[in-house]
């Protein structure tokens, strides 16, 4: 199957501080992207829709303004946790899918944010 | 999209086959049923999708009933590598789909 990478796969950061997480569809061109969270033990939560050149769409109770989405590309997509508190320490997943709309959306490997 | 309805947790013995149900009551017509699991501290990987027939891969199989209102994932030759969450999903296939994450079901693989 198709190959979506995350970067970091993990990160700490300061409380306060901005953090981004890059989201890369290796082998195809993505038109839209998924970003989700997912606290332990907890199922994944989605957050927003991210559409190359266009604005992301939110799910109802996520904060756009904390949680900046940019697809700027048709292979990259990227969340940026601004003003991070321990709260915001989470597993974050993303995924896309191929321009084709009968295609299957492939997930990336994650990655952990640890907010200290 | 439509809400299922899986068991917590699961144990199956390794060798055996895995049958994981899920309910599905008021899918609608366009809406296929999806297949995904996880392993701890990885992202979700694609198993299996159906819209009304029974379909098999080299991962597994979907029974889908007639009335398209359960169906039952098959993992034919369990294998501790198996053990994950397992979430059925029912979604339509077309434009910008959303794929929401239920609870899901705990697969354990006993050797």
């Known amino acids: 199957g198709a190959v979506v990478s995350q970067h970091p796969s993990w990160v700490i950061c300061k409380s306060g501080t901005s953090v981004k997480i890059e989201c890369r569809s290796l082998d195809f061109q993505a038109t839209t992207m998924f970003w989700y969270r997912q606290f332990p033990k907890q199922s994944l939560m989605l957050m927003a829709t991210?559409?190359?050149?266009?604005?992301?769409?939110?799910e109802q109770g996520v904060e756009k303004d904390k949680f900046l989405i940019n697809h700027a590309s048709l292979t990259l997509s990227t969340l940026t946790v601004t003003s991070a508190h321990p709260e915001d320490s989470s597993f974050y997943i993303c995924?896309?899918?191929?321009?084709?709309?009968?295609?299957?959306?492939?997930f990336g490997q994650g990655t952990r944010l640890t907010v200290v | 999209d439509a809400k299922t309805t899986q068991p917590t947790s699961m144990d199956c013995a390794e060798g055996r086959a895995a049958n994981l149900p899920c309910n599905h009551s008021t899918i609608s017509g366009n809406e296929y049923v999806y297949w995904y699991r996880q392993i701890h501290s990885q992202g979700p990987q694609y198993i299996i999708h159906?819209?009304?027939n029974n379909e098999t891969n080299e991962m597994a199989s979907l029974i889908i009933t007639e009335d398209r209102k359960s169906s039952t994932l098959i993992l034919p030759h369990a294998t501790l590598r198996d053990t994950a969450v397992y979430y059925c999903i029912v979604r339509v296939n077309t434009g910008g789909f959303k794929t929401i994450f239920g609870a899901g079901t705990r697969l354990f693989v006993k050797a």
């Open positions: 995924s896309a899918r191929l321009l084709r709309q009968d295609t299957e959306a492939f």
């Open positions: 991210s559409n190359e050149g266009s604005k992301a769409t939110y």
């Open positions: 159906g819209l009304k």
